[in-house]
Nanobody, 125 residues
């Protein structure tokens, strides 16, 4: 089992920045990739960014490319999401997820084995 705990959400004005962090514990050696997803009210959970745990390759949704940066610290079992130039449409609950099966980062939520409890990000206009 892997436990994931997110932190760093909050309220920010459009154009501002926030940094989310996710701390993993438990059988972290089994993780192949970690990712951030988000879910806005009335919408499906969507992929935001992912990182391969070994190698560090990163992947982004088109909607956040150039604005968000995902990074990982293997030694500390943490993954972060630096969010810049935030827009009101970025408002959502953000979830950290871990995948122990796929060799590459995948965008489908159902492929991920472990999830955090989520952290709210609200961007005001």
């Amino acid at each position: 089992q892997v436990q994931l705990v997110e932190s760093g959400g909050g309220l920010v004005q459009a154009g501002g920045s926030l940094r989310l962090s996710c701390a993993a514990s438990g059988r972290t050696f089994s993780m192949n990739a970690m990712a951030w997803f988000r879910q806005a009210p009335g919408k499906e959970r969507e992929f935001v960014a992912g990182i391969r745990w070994r190698g560090g390759s990163t992947y982004y949704a088109d909607s956040v490319k150039g604005r968000f940066i995902i990074s990982g610290e293997n030694a500390k079992n943490t993954v972060s999401l630096q969010m810049n130039s935030l827009k009101p449409e970025d408002t959502a609950v953000y979830y950290c997820a871990a995948d122990r099966h796929n060799s590459a980062v995948v965008a489908a939520a159902w492929d991920y084995d472990y999830w955090g409890q989520g952290t709210q990000v609200t961007v005001s206009s």
